[in-house]
């Protein structure tokens, strides 16, 4: 299985300033039909998970402009430009480039 | 807009079969392209994909759980299904349903899946005597 590991653990946030989040994969998620099928998801407390950004960097519907996502390969980056009390809670990568589809641990935001 | 909700009981005796259903409303199950998924998170841990079925009725397991999981559809009433047997502590648990963004491909006769687009609001199932 391909194992996401993402770093920190914890990320606490001065409201207005930026974040941002790494994850790492034990394999390249390239696929062979060239696409790298890496995605982000938010967990706000109490909440499902909803998924940001897709194959990379697309954003989904409705998710704000101050999320980003960047890499390639087996390095990815979330990058938050300003955060919002609204942002507090847990972030996970995902892949699903390789069977089975795995997660990353997590990364907490959270508001100095 | 697409929704999801889940349904089936919250406690389950050690060793039984846990049964859930995900009904969807807002689109077909049936439609072309798109897959549907259960995912689980323990209590204050992280996320596991449990598996998926195509509309088609192919069904696809995380190998770690494939010896007791079974997904199916059910196309008249619009909704799918997850039975989990031999049930342990372990597997107490907020179980999500989603659905999956991907193709089939005609070649090799395979899902490949992309993403979950949308999720249910999950439901706690507790593994307890």
């Known amino acids: 299985d391909i194992v996401m590991t993402q770093t920190p653990l914890s990320s606490p946030v001065t409201l207005g300033q930026p974040a941002s989040i790494s994850c790492r994969s034990s394999q390249s998620l390239v696929h062979s039909d060239g696409n790298t099928y890496l995605s982000w998801l938010q967990q706000r407390p109490g909440q499902p998970p909803r998924l940001l950004i897709y194959k990379i960097s697309n954003r989904f519907s409705g998710v704000p402009d101050r999320f980003s996502g960047s890499g390639a390969g087996t390095d990815f980056t979330l990058k938050i430009s300003r955060v919002e009390a609204e942002d507090v809670g847990v972030y996970y990568c995902?892949?699903?480039?390789?069977?089975?589809?795995?997660f990353g641990g997590g990364t907490k935001v959270e508001i100095k | 807009q697409l929704q999801l909700q889940e349904s089936g009981s919250g406690l389950v005796k050690p060793s039984q079969t846990l049964s859930l259903t995900c009904a969807v409303s807002g689109g077909s199950i049936s439609s072309g392209g798109y897959s549907w998924s259960w995912i689980r998170q323990p209590p204050g841990k992280g996320l596991e994909w449990i598996g998926y079925i195509y509309h088609s009725g192919s069904t696809y397991y995380n190998p770690s759980l494939k010896s007791r999981v079974t997904i199916s559809v059910d196309r008249s009433k619009n909704q799918f299904s997850l039975k989990l047997s031999s049930v342990t502590a372990a597997d107490t648990a907020v179980y999500y349903c989603?659905?999956?963004?991907?193709?089939?491909?005609?070649?090799?006769?395979?899902?490949?899946?992309?993403?979950?687009?949308?999720w249910g609001q999950g439901t706690l199932v507790t593994v307890s005597s």
């Open positions: 989603a659905r999956v963004i991907g193709y089939y491909d005609i070649l090799t006769g395979y899902y490949q899946s992309g993403y979950f687009d949308y």
């Open positions: 995902m892949q699903a480039t390789q069977f089975p589809i795995t």
